[in-house]
Nanobody
Framework: QVHLVESGGGLVQPGGSLRLSCAAS????????MAWYRQAPGKERELVAV???????NYAESVTGRFTISRDNAKNAVYLQMNSLKPEDTAVYYC?????????WGQGTQVTVSS
C-alpha cells in the first residue's frame, strides 16, 4: 500500500506561481510512473504532467513551458512547479502513482487562480 499526500495549493493571482508537493509513504519513484492530474468543476480529470521511473517527462500542451514536474527520491516527494498561472488552471490537482499493476491517488489539493 502507498499513501500519497498533496500539499501546496491555494489562491494565487493570474501570472503568479505555486509549487505543489506530493509525499509518498514509501520509496517508489525509481520504479513508479508519477503524474499530476487536475479536475476543474464540471470537467473530466485530465493529465497535466508525467514523469517515468527514468525521469523522462511529458506535459499537457496547455501547460508546456509553464509547469515543471520534478522529484526528490531522498524525500519520497514529487513536485509540480506552476508558473505564469492562468484562471483556467483553477482545479483540484491530484498526484498519481502507477506502481507495477496498481494505481494510487492522492486526495487532491485545490488551486484557484483569480484576481
Amino acid at each position: 500500500q502507498v499513501h500519497l499526500v498533496e500539499s501546496g495549493g491555494g489562491l494565487v493571482q493570474p501570472g503568479g506561481s505555486l509549487r505543489l508537493s506530493c509525499a509518498a509513504s514509501r520509496s517508489i519513484f525509481t520504479i513508479a510512473v508519477m503524474a499530476w492530474y487536475r479536475q476543474a468543476p464540471g470537467k473530466e480529470r485530465e493529465l497535466v504532467a508525467v514523469m517515468s521511473s527514468g525521469s523522462r517527462t511529458n506535459y499537457a500542451e496547455s501547460v508546456t513551458g509553464r509547469f515543471t514536474i520534478s522529484r526528490d527520491n531522498a524525500k519520497n516527494a514529487v513536485y509540480l512547479q506552476m508558473n505564469s498561472l492562468k484562471p483556467e488552471d483553477t482545479a483540484v490537482y491530484y498526484c498519481k502513482a502507477d506502481l507495477l499493476t496498481i494505481t494510487y491517488w492522492g486526495q487532491g489539493t485545490q488551486v484557484t487562480v483569480s484576481s
